[in-house]
T-cell receptor, first 116, second 111 residues
Framework: QKEVEQNSGPLSVPEGAIASLNCTYS??????FFWYRQYSGKSPELIMS????GDKEDGRFTAQLNKASQYVSLLIRDSQPSDSATYLC????????????????FGQGTILTVHP | SAVISQKPSRDICQRGTSLTIQCQVD?????MFWYRQQPGQSLTLIAT?????????ESGFVIDKFPISRPNLTFSTLTVSNMSPEDSSIYLC????????FGQGTRLTVV
């Protein structure tokens, strides 16, 4: 079983729609959750981080975390063609002192295409 | 955030040779991380580099193949040794400031 698993893609949505990206993880000790966007040929760019259960909104992006279900998602509202990229879910575990272990485990990525 | 500079940005190397990738951060960080992204794949952590101690390698990665140096709190190098075409990947340096930020990566092609 993969440690971090993302919904299979590719995902194609029309411009203006909501894109929903999902991720599950196996390590219940995981405490920090991240979404990265990666354009072809570029390095990953952090777009959202979430640490506690519930929703976190930043502009058109909303991250949702449910630790009981070991599930994290990313919603992109009003999707634009410029959102077309690979989205990577990443998980790490911090120790009690809050210092990051620094070890990120990535999902396999979901390719999103937003068509006009 | 952090400004992370990696070089070279890309290289084409002959099999059997070695390449050293440099990573420079704009401020001091305790830990630096090296990842590999094989073609069409996600990122996999190679090792964690702490200043003043040996790097910690993940399962499947060994020091002889991927020696790492960490001479100070702003700099690290990763060497890919005795390269084969299977080493063709993007190698990424990362630092952790509550959130992990990546350098622009080094695209390595081994022929």
């Amino acid at each position: 079983q993969k440690e971090v698993e993302q919904n299979s893609g590719p995902l194609s949505v029309p411009e203006g729609a909501i894109a929903s990206l999902n991720c599950t993880y196996s390590d219940r000790g995981s405490q920090s959750f991240f979404w990265y966007r990666q354009y072809s040929g570029k390095s990953p760019e952090l777009i959202m981080s979430i640490y506690s259960n519930g929703d976190k909104e930043d502009g058109r992006f909303t991250a949702q975390l449910n630790k009981a279900s070991q599930y994290v998602s990313l919603l992109i509202r009003d999707s634009q063609p410029s959102d077309s990229a690979t989205y990577l879910c990443a998980v790490n575990t911090r120790n009690a002192g809050g210092t990051s272990y620094g070890k990120l485990t990535f999902g396999q990525g979901t390719i999103l295409t937003v068509h006009p | 955030s952090a400004v992370i500079s990696q070089k070279p940005s890309r290289d084409i190397c002959q099999r059997g040779t070695s390449l050293t990738i440099q990573c420079q951060v704009d401020s001091q960080v305790t830990m630096m991380f090296w990842y590999r992204q094989q073609p069409g794949q996600s990122l996999t952590l190679i090792a964690t580099a702490n200043q003043g101690s040996e790097a910690t390698y993940e399962s499947g990665f060994v020091i002889d193949k991927f020696p790492i140096s960490r001479p100070n709190l702003t700099f690290s190098t990763l060497t890919v040794s005795n390269m084969s075409p299977e080493d063709s990947s993007i190698y990424l340096c990362s630092v952790d400031r509550t959130e992990a930020f990546f350098g622009q990566g080094t695209r390595l092609t081994v022929v």
